[in-house]
């Protein structure tokens, strides 16, 4: 579907991360320049915005704030957790997208996100094909999981590892500063891939010192060995042990040991995930309980996830091109696409990632997992493989320019357009 | 006492700061270069390696690693919270400590910490000079709580504040992404004084946005009241309201919050501290509950005063420039001293604080709280006095090199002296 002429809609979906935004400038500096673009509109919440027909006009915005996005975390035009039925069960809003976007002539839709986002673009590219309407769509990686298959890694997960790398090694010092014991139990987001969590070992990779003890959702996760372990590492370091935890362990079962330790009516969000929450507490009242210790239980929560004062260069820049990536594709040509990320390994010791294209049915719904030969057998720990992969992905510093002390971010007029 | 010719001990107290090293760095740079201290020895665990006789000798550190110290989190040569009596009631570990003392012709000693360090500094300081040993004694002032009397400020301050107020933004910009509501409440460090959750302000005070509500422990917490404030905000956002609330709040009565909530049996420490936690998390709960509500409960946990990654400059070298001049004015005779900063408000618009002297017993267990008339009337906001307080300390940048991505800390070899 060459030389389309029309608008081009981008949105934002699923949880934020520090580089989101860096995406969406990629897009929108890209898209402002291509002749064949004749509008360049921002999805306010995702697809809720193309139902609602809320879009904000983004030639309107100053174009040094658009710049500063690249550097401001979170989705700065509204994120949503909106999942699309299959149409053949309910095809209302495809309908609707359809109609809106023939309404607005929008011929180019770029969607930034994860698995669920992949799978929206998928759905919707089929959708207009099969109606006859010429879209080229483009899917943007987006996840601080690191689990979308079919890309070496994904934008949003350097940054984040860098946070969990650098807080490890903060947190290493502060929690074994007293003459006493304390076994700190440390929660890090990943619901079923364990990619995040793994990065606390990177903090003792590089000579600094970081987590003890690192659990991956990836193998299924047995109280009484965990209970063992830290015990075996109090005893031999005068009482102190860090534990790094996915949010996401199970036991042999696949049951969620935060449910299990917590007994928590667990509810769950719109894509049928369980809210977890909770976990390092009730693993630290489990450790106090029963090696009568004293315990500390924290939680990274959101700050590592939006904590963009300590992105990693290489994710900043690599999320900006995908943005860039993905209109300069569709722009070319392309539709029903991912950006990925494919390692170049030809030469040893360089890092060099070369971002390319693949359909994105391939990306939707399946979720890549750390590789269970890079776990050290007793699954504490992880080998060399998972260094050499991640650390080159936390590597240089990308800010906000400071502004009394403090960054200073975006600010978007966010105009409307109006409605037709 | 001038002219005094022995060792120097320096050692820390109390709860981490991201620039208790600075002081460290700048008291052993200091000392290295006098001529009348004949060794430089650190403390391990502070007083407790005086009574234990746990010397490290900082005379064979690398010169690189103490200048790294500088940048480097918490206390490199551990900490402790061990209150001694008064030696009128049991003068046992003032004996040890005089025959330490001599044994190792220990002539200036500097106690980094808070309150309680600085009553420990003044204890020893008597009880020496009513034993005819000459010693000249120095507290350096060191807590996030900034709530030591006589000082403009504590180093410590200035970063936990940074962290706080960059924090609060970056979450702000997270916390508000989807298009439904949600109330965040945010979890602060401060028992008694409400400096650090007050810096919570400074994100909205330049421009950026943080809290919407800010409840410090200076004054009575109403749950009524609070939940009121809630559904205000709440109703003129769509359903959004993040709280920055101190871990020290207490009603009317005095009872902490967090224990009217939890009805936990909470433990104390050494100093008779009521120890903590899980404010958040009830206060939550309770919105939940009472405003039927989307609620997430934030901790910043042991990351708010060891993230030296987000220091702030203005703080580090004053850390290092209190540790410089506890020992210049030790070696010119003083004692019983601690270092305080004097603010100049003479060139008004230019920050600028002047190090300087008063007696260590005016500071020790006097707390400074945040003035109420900084508060707003309703009590959850800081007026422009504040604003103008506490800006100008979190100015600038100060951090750790890196290496392979990742903060270069400090590795201290930390060679301990032979016991005598």
Same mark, same amino acid.
């Given at each position: 579907?060459?030389?389309?002429?029309?608008?081009?809609?981008?949105?934002?979906?699923?949880?934020?991360?520090?580089?989101?935004?860096?995406?969406?400038?990629?897009?929108?500096?890209?898209?402002?320049?291509?002749?064949?673009?004749?509008?360049?509109?921002?999805?306010?919440?995702?697809?809720?915005?193309?139902?609602?027909?809320?879009?904000?006009?983004?030639?309107?915005?100053?174009?040094?704030?658009?710049?500063?996005?690249?550097?401001?975390?979170?989705?700065?035009?509204?994120?949503?957790?909106?999942?699309?039925?299959?149409?053949?069960?309910?095809?209302?809003?495809?309908?609707?997208?359809?109609?809106?976007?023939?309404?607005?002539?929008?011929?180019?839709?770029?969607?930034?996100?994860?698995?669920?986002?992949?799978?929206?673009?998928?759905?919707?590219?089929?959708?207009?094909?099969?109606?006859?309407?010429?879209?080229?769509?483009?899917?943007?990686?987006?996840?601080?999981?690191?689990?979308?298959?079919?890309?070496?890694?994904?934008?949003?997960?350097?940054?984040?590892?860098?946070?969990?790398?650098?807080?490890?090694?903060?947190?290493?010092?502060?929690?074994?500063?007293?003459?006493?014991?304390?076994?700190?139990?440390?929660?890090?987001?990943?619901?079923?891939?364990?990619?995040?969590?793994? %990065? !606390?070992? /990177? $903090? &003792? @990779?590089?000579?600094? +010192?970081? =987590?003890?003890?690192?659990?991956?959702?990836?193998?299924?996760?047995?109280?009484?060995?965990?209970?063992?372990?830290?015990?075996?590492?109090?005893?031999?370091?005068?009482?102190?042990?860090?534990?790094?935890?996915?949010?996401?362990?199970?036991?042999?079962?696949?049951?969620?040991?935060?449910?299990?330790?917590?007994?928590?009516?667990?509810?769950?969000?719109?894509?049928?995930?369980?809210?977890?929450?909770?976990?390092?507490?009730?693993?630290?009242?489990?450790?106090?309980?029963?090696?009568?210790?004293?315990?500390?239980?924290?939680?990274?929560?959101?700050?590592?996830?939006? %904590? !963009?004062? /300590? $992105? &990693? @260069?290489?994710?900043? +820049?690599? =999320?900006?091109?995908?943005?860039?990536?993905?209109?300069?594709?569709?722009?070319?040509?392309?539709?029903?696409?991912?950006?990925?990320?494919?390692?170049?390994?030809?030469?040893?010791?360089?890092?060099?990632?070369?971002?390319?294209?693949?359909?994105?049915?391939?990306?939707?719904?399946?979720?890549?997992?750390?590789?269970?030969?890079?776990?050290?057998?007793?699954?504490?720990?992880?080998?060399?493989?998972?260094?050499?992969?991640?650390?080159?992905?936390?590597?240089?510093?990308?800010?906000?320019?400071?502004?009394?002390?403090?960054?200073?971010?975006?600010?978007?007029?966010?105009?409307?357009?109006?409605?037709?």
């Amino acid at each position: 579907m060459k030389n389309l002429v029309g608008t081009c809609v981008f949105g934002q979906s699923g949880g934020p991360s520090s580089v989101i935004n860096s995406s969406a400038a990629g897009v929108f500096i890209e898209a402002l320049k291509q002749k064949n673009i004749t509008a360049v509109y921002g999805a306010q919440h995702g697809i809720k915005g193309i139902l609602d027909e809320n879009f904000y006009d983004i030639s309107k915005e100053d174009l040094n704030e658009l710049w500063l996005l690249k550097n401001t975390p979170s989705s700065a035009l509204g994120s949503v957790r909106y999942k699309l039925k299959d149409a053949s069960v309910d095809d209302t809003d495809y309908k609707r997208i359809l109609e809106v976007f023939k309404k607005y002539n929008v011929r180019y839709f770029f969607y930034n996100g994860g698995n669920d986002s992949m799978d929206t673009c998928n759905k919707i590219s089929k959708y207009l094909l099969s109606s006859g309407y010429n879209c080229n769509i483009i899917g943007v990686p987006k996840t601080i999981d690191n689990d979308l298959y079919g890309t070496d890694h994904c934008p949003g997960y350097g940054s984040a590892a860098k946070y969990v790398a650098t807080t490890m090694m903060e947190l290493n010092l502060d929690a074994t500063v007293y003459n006493s014991g304390q076994v700190t139990i440390v929660e890090i987001m990943g619901r079923n891939a364990g990619w995040l969590t793994a %990065a !606390a070992s /990177l $903090a &003792s @990779a590089t000579g600094g +010192e970081g =987590a003890d003890l690192i659990y991956l959702p990836e193998l299924p996760f047995d109280i009484e060995k965990f209970l063992e372990s830290v015990r075996n590492v109090t005893e031999n370091s005068q009482g102190k042990c860090i534990v790094a935890v996915s949010e996401g362990i199970k036991d042999i079962d696949g049951r969620y040991i935060a449910e299990t330790l917590a007994t928590l009516s667990a509810s769950k969000d719109n894509f049928g995930h369980t809210q977890l929450g909770g976990l390092a507490v009730s693993l630290a009242n489990l450790v106090k309980n029963k090696l009568n210790c004293k315990v500390r239980a924290i939680e990274f929560s959101l700050m590592q996830r939006c %904590a !963009a004062h /300590l $992105a &990693s @260069a290489v994710d900043v +820049e690599e =999320a900006f091109t995908a943005g860039q990536m993905a209109v300069k594709a569709a722009c070319a040509g392309e539709t029903d696409k991912m950006v990925v990320f494919v390692r170049d390994d030809s030469s040893s010791g360089v890092y060099k990632c070369v971002p390319t294209l693949i359909d994105v049915a391939l990306a939707a719904n399946t979720e890549k997992k750390v590789p269970l030969e890079w776990i050290t057998p007793d699954g504490t720990w992880l080998k060399k493989e998972f260094i050499d992969y991640a650390l080159p992905l936390i590597q240089g510093e990308s800010k906000a320019p400071l502004e009394n002390g403090l960054p200073r971010f975006a600010r978007l007029a966010k105009i409307l357009v109006p409605k037709i």
